[in-house]
C-alpha cells in the first residue's frame, strides 16, 4: 500500500480502448477517473477494458465511479467490461455484493477475446 | 473463492455413481481401523462375546451417523464440507478412567456431557479461539499421541500385571508393524494407503500361526447369524461430577482437531484460503457434539472428524459432499452383517497394539509440528515446555499422584489432562500484557490517507500481523476516513493488538456513521452521494469481523474487529 496517486494509462487493441488503472482508487481520484471514462464514451469509444490488475484497493467512490460509467455505457450502446479483478480488489466486489454489476473477464487476453 | 488444480470433484459436485461407491469405499476402509477403540473398551470391560459383537456393530452403524451430523450442512450443524467421523485416541484415555471408576455406563454418560460441552462451545468458538492457540492444539495432540504409543507398547508386548514381555506378542506385534512401516515408507498407492489395514492382515496370521487368534471372543456359543439387529443390553448411563475434567478436555481436543480437519477440507476446495471460514467450523463442532451425544446414547465412545480421511481426499482430490451419505448407508448396511463385526471384533491384542503404536507415531508428529509451525517465543516457550513436562510427569510419576484426593485423580492421572490444563491457564496468564496499543493523530485539515497507509503497513510489519488482515484493516480505515471526510476536531486512528485481534478505534467530532444491514443496488449507489455512503457502511460491515459505532455527546467512535 505504498502508492498514493491514481495513475491512468490509455492504449489500444483494435477497436478496443484499454484502460489500464494502477494505484488505489477513492474518492481523492474517483471523480477523475469517472471524468475519464465518461469522455471516453461521449467520444464515440464503442469497447472500453478497464483492466484493474496493478489497483491495490478500492473505495465505495470507485465502485460509485464505474457503475456510473456502466450506465453511461449502456446510454450510449457500448460495451464496458472489467478485467484482472484479482485478490483483495476482488474480495472488495464481493463484499459489496458487486461482481454481478459488471461485466468481469480473469485476464486481459480473455477480455480482448470476448470484446473482439 | 478459486478452484485448486488437484481438485477433482469440489464438495458440491457428485461424481459418477461407480466413482462414489468407490471412494466411498476406501474411506470406510481406512476410517476402519479404528474401530480398534471402542474394541479396546469392550473387551476392557469384560464383554461377552455377544456384547462386543454388539459394540463393534453399533460402533459401524454410530460411524454412519456421525459422519452424516459432522458433514452434512443442517440449520444446526454441519461443517459442509466432506469431514467422515471415526473414533479416536483422544477419547480412549478418559473411557478407559471412566470404566475403572464406575463400569460402562460411565463411559457412556459422561461420552454425552462431552457432546453437550461441544454443543456449548460451537457458538462461543470464535470467541474461545484466543484460548487454544495452534501451540496448545499441536501440545494436545503430542500428549495423545504419546499416551497412544504407551498403551500400543503394552499391548504390543502382552504387559499386564500378571506377564512380563510375551514373547509371541512381540513377534505378531513386530510383524504387523514392520509391514505397516514398510509399505508406509517405500511403497505408493493403494498398498501406502491401506499400509495399516494390510499391517493388521499380516498380524492376524501371525497370530493364527503362532496360536494367539481366538475366535471365541466375538462368536457366541450359538453361531453366527447372516443378518443381525445389534442388541443394546450393555448400554445404561451414569453421570459423576469427577469424571467432568478428563471429558472436559477430551471434547476441547476434539474441537481442536476437528477445527484443523474442516480447515483442510476447506483449503482442499479453494485455491484462495486464506483463513477459515467460522460459519462451517461452528457447524462442524456442533455436528461433533450432537455425534458425540449419539454415541454415548448408543453406548459407543466418542468420535472425531477423521485425519486420515483428509489426507485420502487430498490425494484423490475427490471431496464430494455426496459421499457423506454413501460411506453411512455403508456403515449402516456393515453395522447388521455380523461376519464384519467378528473381523474386527476378534482382532488379536498384539495386533490392536501395533495399530495403536503405529498411529501414535503420526499423531505425536503431527502434534509436534503444530508446536513448532509458528515462532516460539519465550512466553510460548515457557507454555510449551511446562505443560509438556507436567504430561510426561502424570505418566512417570503415576504412583505418586495415586495418593492424591479422589476428586483430583482424573486431573493427575491423566497426562493428557494434566498437560492440557496447564497449558491453557499458562497461557491465560502468560497473554498479560501482550497486547501492544497504538494511535495516530490527523489534525482538522491534514486528512493524509498515505499517512494511515504507513501507519498501518509499519505497525503491521511490527507486530509481525499477516498481511491480508493489515490490508483489510488499511481499507476500513481509509473508508471510514472518505466518509467522514474532515471533521472539524480531526480524527484519532487507534490500532491495538495481540495475536489473535486487531482492534481499531476511529474517534472524532461529527454524526454517528450509518452501517446499513442491506446492501444498496447499484441504482441507489449512482443515484446520489447518499447511495455511495450506503455502501461505503455496508463495504465496512462486510469487511470487518465485527464493526460498531458509538457516540457520547458529540464523539463519535467506530469500532472495527478483525480476527488474527
Known amino acids: ?116 | 473463492m478459486a478452484r485448486p488444480a488437484g481438485l477433482v470433484y469440489a464438495a458440491d459436485e457428485t461424481p459418477p455413481p461407480l466413482i462414489l461407491l468407490l471412494s466411498a469405499l476406501q474411506h470406510v476402509g481406512v476410517i476402519a481401523i479404528t474401530l480398534v477403540y471402542p474394541i479396546i473398551i469392550a473387551r476392557e470391560a469384560g464383554l461377552s462375546p455377544k456384547e462386543l459383537l454388539d459394540v463393534v456393530s453399533l460402533s459401524m452403524f454410530a460411524l454412519g451417523a456421525a459422519t452424516v451430523l459432522l458433514s452434512a450442512r443442517s440449520p444446526i450443524s454441519g461443517a459442509n464440507f466432506l469431514c467422515p467421523a471415526c473414533y479416536t485416541a483422544i477419547y480412549l484415555g478418559p473411557s478407559l478412567f471412566a470404566l475403572r471408576y464406575g463400569g460402562l455406563a460411565l463411559v457412556f454418560g459422561m461420552t454425552m456431557v462431552a457432546g453437550f460441552t461441544e454443543i456449548a462451545i460451537a457458538p462461543l468458538l470464535r470467541r474461545l479461539r484466543p484460548m487454544f492457540p495452534p501451540e496448545i492444539a499441536g501440545l494436545v495432540i503430542a500428549v495423545v499421541g504419546l499416551s497412544l504409543a504407551f498403551l500400543g507398547a503394552r499391548y504390543s508386548l502382552g504387559i499386564t500385571s500378571q506377564h512380563g514381555i510375551q514373547p509371541a506378542y512381540l513377534a505378531i506385534a513386530g510383524s504387523a508393524l514392520a509391514t505397516m512401516i514398510v509399505l508406509n515408507i517405500w511403497t505408493k498407492g493403494y498398498t501406502k494407503l491401506f499400509c495399516a489395514l494390510i499391517g493388521m492382515g499380516v498380524g492376524f496370521a501371525a497370530s493364527a500361526m503362532l496360536g494367539e487368534f481366538d475366535m471365541s471372543v466375538a462368536i457366541p456359543p450359538e453361531g453366527l447369524e447372516i443378518l443381525r439387529v445389534p442388541g443394546f443390553q450393555h448400554v445404561s448411563w451414569r453421570f459423576d461430577a469427577v469424571l467432568i475434567a478428563p471429558f472436559l478436555v477430551a471434547a476441547l481436543a476434539s474441537t481442536l482437531r476437528l477445527m484443523g480437519d474442516v480447515s483442510t477440507a476447506q483449503r482442499l476446495n479453494d485455491a484462495d484460503w486464506v483463513r477459515p471460514s467460522m460459519r462451517s467450523l461452528s457447524g462442524g463442532v456442533a455436528g461433533l457434539g450432537l455425534a458425540s451425544v449419539f454415541c454415548g446414547l448408543v453406548g459407543v465412545p466418542g468420535v472425531n472428524t477423521s485425519s486420515q480421511s483428509m489426507g485420502l481426499c487430498s490425494a484423490t482430490g475427490i471431496t464430494s459432499r455426496a459421499l457423506v451419505y454413501a460411506i453411512a448407508i455403508i456403515y449402516a448396511l456393515m453395522a447388521f452383517v455380523p461376519a464384519v463385526a467378528v473381523g474386527f471384533a476378534t482382532m488379536p491384542p498384539p495386533v490392536m497394539g501395533a495399530s495403536l503404536f503405529f498411529a501414535s507415531l503420526f499423531i505425536f508428529t503431527n502434534g509436534l509440528q503444530m508446536m513448532t509451525a509458528r515462532m516460539l517465543d519465550s512466553r510460548k516457550t515457557i507454555v510449551i515446555g511446562t505443560s509438556f513436562a507436567m504430561a510426561v510427569m502424570a505418566d512417570v510419576y503415576h504412583d505418586l499422584f495415586a495418593g492424591l484426593p479422589a476428586v483430583l485423580q482424573p486431573v493427575f492421572g491423566s497426562s493428557l489432562v494434566v498437560g492440557t490444563v496447564c497449558a491453557v491457564l499458562l497461557n491465560l496468564v502468560m497473554r498479560i500484557g501482550v497486547r501492544q496499543r497504538v494511535s495516530l493523530r490527523l489534525a482538522a485539515g491534514q486528512i493524509d490517507r498515505e499517512a494511515v497507509e504507513r501507519f498501518f503497513s509499519e505497525q503491521g510489519a511490527r507486530w509481525a500481523a499477516r498481511r491480508d488482515i493489515v490490508n483489510r484493516a488499511t481499507f476500513g480505515a481509509v473508508q471510514v476516513l472518505e466518509v467522514l471526510g474532515d471533521p472539524p476536531g480531526g480524527v484519532e486512528i487507534e490500532a491495538s493488538f495481540d495475536e489473535f485481534n486487531l482492534e481499531v478505534r476511529i474517534r472524532y467530532v461529527g454524526t454517528p456513521l450509518a452501517l446499513p444491514e442491506h446492501k444498496p443496488t447499484p441504482r441507489e449507489i449512482v443515484a446520489n452521494e447518499d447511495g455511495e455512503r450506503l455502501l461505503a457502511g455496508y463495504l465496512l460491515r462486510r469487511s470487518a469481523d465485527r464493526i460498531s459505532s458509538h457516540t457520547s455527546g458529540d464523539r463519535c467512535e467506530v469500532h472495527l474487529h478483525y480476527d488474527h
Open chain 1, 1 to 116: 500500500m505504498a502508492s498514493n496517486s491514481l495513475n491512468i494509462a490509455e492504449s489500444r487493441a483494435g477497436m478496443i480502448c484499454i484502460v489500464a488503472l494502477a494505484g488505489r482508487i477513492d474518492s481523492t481520484n474517483a471523480e477523475q477517473l469517472m471524468t475519464r471514462l465518461n469522455s471516453l464514451l461521449s467520444s464515440g469509444e464503442k469497447a472500453i477494458l478497464v483492466d484493474f490488475s496493478e489497483v491495490i484497493y478500492l473505495t465505495s467512490a470507485a465502485f460509485r465511479a464505474l457503475l456510473v460509467a456502466t450506465d453511461e455505457a449502456e446510454r450510449n450502446t457500448a460495451r464496458f467490461v472489467l478485467c484482472s479483478v484479482l485478490g483483495q480488489v476482488r474480495e472488495l466486489f464481493e463484499m459489496g455484493g458487486l461482481l454481478d454489476a459488471f461485466t468481469i473477464h480473469g485476464s486481459r487476453e480473455e477480455a480482448l477475446t470476448r470484446l473482439g
